[in-house]
């Protein structure tokens, strides 16, 4: 009895106990990001031994068609139901049947557009890669009503366990499939059994078995915002994709392949840090839209933990990307450790704006922020479309610097809610300063402590790095330790 009412407890979000909710969601997201970064570098290691870059880049290739799956497979459905206060069972069904339905017509075009993929990419190899990772489509679409579920409820313990199982039985199957001389083709079948296990970890831990019922006035009503989260899953989609599609037409699979492994490790900081935060705060922010004072310091809260944490992560991959490939890659990765510099920057600046779009969701200004990502998406393109001529390395720069326009729509999305350009400022300012003390004393060390082993001087140059940022962010300001001490007295009065 108590499984079957989960769902139904999820038709009503409460505030109740919202901080506390906050506080245990993100101890899980952190956990769960540890053990993940932990696992995946480690798998890539791995595998980066077993496979050449040329199949690490196909496989990029394709996923500049399958990442389709997960950024359109729900068309929106799901933030809208997770937006509003009171849902039904009615409309669980509704948002499980739509997603399908659009998982299994992107499947079908991924399909008949794979024998295209020659052409697209000007290489025959990415088609076949196709024909069997459409698959996604369908099974990311089967988890869309579970996700829904737990994220208003906030039950981010269950989804820690489902994400690690994935993460696990997705590797051994990568890894288990390369040992097994597969090639390329170990990488399509970890992906389609790592969906397929998030799928089947979903219903089991989720005891929803959907109805065949349909409402049409629930798609006709949220016609209009679902369609706006779509806009800006497309805008999201090109940000991510268009410079795997210009490289890998221009300049082929195996530097397209140091560049794709480059931006996958750094992705891991907005992937695995800045998504999961987003995750957190979107019911958070939405049970909170009537309480503005409660809602701003929130998000001057969170907003400081989460630029404390990823953009020291991001400044300090830029600063140590040399003994980072040479360590995890090796030395026939060298090429990738201009590139991995880049984006160690990149990634820094996007994570630590990654809490203006649960601002815009949670205000249903979903239209707006698709405002902005065009603009972004355009300023983009525009970047690595001339940057091409200098390679990998020049789109890696132009990546980098396009990734400072996520600024602009973190201003508006605090002026939503009344803070201003110096909130902000508080927010960003001290990790960013105290980031570039880390920096300069890790290039410093780099150049005068004369260690000769990369894995001596990754170690030796992040404990450094880390003391000393730890240090400098405390000297600049004593807000973020009083915050972290605030959230560890909240979890001892609820423990």
Known sequence: MQRSSLVQRAFVLRPEGMGRRVATGAGFQFLGLALRTVLTIGSTAVLARLLLPADFGYIAMATVVTEFAALFGAFGFTNVLIQRRVINRVQLDTVFWATLAVGLVLSLAVFLLSFAAGWLFADPAVGPILRFLCLNFVLSSLTAVPWVVMARLMRFRTEFWINIGTVIVRIAAAVGCALAGLGMWSLVVGALVGALTSAVLGFINVPYRPRWRFQWTLISSTWRTSGSYFGGSVMYYLNTSVDLLLIGRQLGPTPLGYYQNARSLTDEIRARIATPIQHVLFPAFSALQSERERFQQLVIRAGRLLAAVVIPVGVGVSANATNLVLVLYGE??????????????????RASTAIATPLFNAHDRVSLALRYNVL????LIV??????????????????????????????????????????????????????????????????DGLTSPALGLFAHVVAGALTYLLALHLISRRYLQDLLQVRALFKRQS
Do not use: H, K, Q
């Open 376 to 379: 972004g998406t355009l300023l």
């Open 383 to 448: 970047g690595v479309y001339f940057a091409l001529p200098w390679g990998i390395d020049g789109v890696a720069v132009a990546m980098a610097g396009a990734s400072f326009y996520a600024l602009v729509p973190l201003r508006r999305a605090f002026a939503l809610i009344d803070l201003s350009a110096r909130d902000m400022t508080s927010v960003l300012g001290p990790p960013t300063l105290a980031s570039t003390v880390m920096w300069l004393v890790i290039e410093g060390l780099a150049r005068w």
């Open 332 to 349: 026939p990765w060298r090429p990738m450790i201009p590139v991995m510099a880049m984006f160690g920057i990149s990634a820094a600046v």
